[in-house]
């Protein structure tokens, strides 16, 4: 499971480090991709071919379900780990999602977000509002 706030530098070469406890799970291979709230999704390979199983389960007239699957898979690269730890993250995803410089790199239970800090600032100080955690959890019957 991947759990946990970091933060990361995107250098010049579109390289972010993967936090060290990240990346045993990383080792079967990954794919980035434009995700959900406008971060990245880094995802191990059997994470990612497991989302796109259930997409494909879908029926062809599901319009919600071909958005989807353009959204995330029109965007997706395979990325490796390279002898630091580090994956190179395409110019096009890097610049879709505003990393430059600081990223935050968090832990998603089964994947990997990279948040451009302020977008996380944002989303984080929403999310953790006690009205709107409550609503949340409820809907997850929590």
């Known amino acids: 499971m991947f759990t946990g706030e970091y933060r990361h530098t995107v250098d010049g070469k579109g390289r972010i480090a993967v936090p060290a406890r990240f990346r045993s799970k990383l ?20 994470v990612f071919e497991e989302l796109a199983d259930r997409v494909a389960a879908k029926p062809v007239t599901d319009a919600g379900a071909r958005t989807f699957s353009r959204f995330v898979f029109s965007g997706a690269f395979e990325v490796e780990l390279d002898g630091q730890g580090r994956v190179v993250v395409p110019p096009g995803l890097r610049e879709w999602a505003g990393l430059e410089g600081e990223t935050v790199v968090v832990g998603s239970r089964d994947h990997i977000e990279l948040w451009e800090p302020r977008k996380w600032a944002a989303y984080s100080e929403a999310m953790t509002s006690p009205d709107v955690l409550a609503e949340h959890l409820q809907g997850l019957g929590i």
């Open 27 to 46: 080792d079967g291979g990954a794919f980035v991709s434009r995700w959900i709230d406008g971060c990245l999704g880094i995802f191990p390979r059997d």
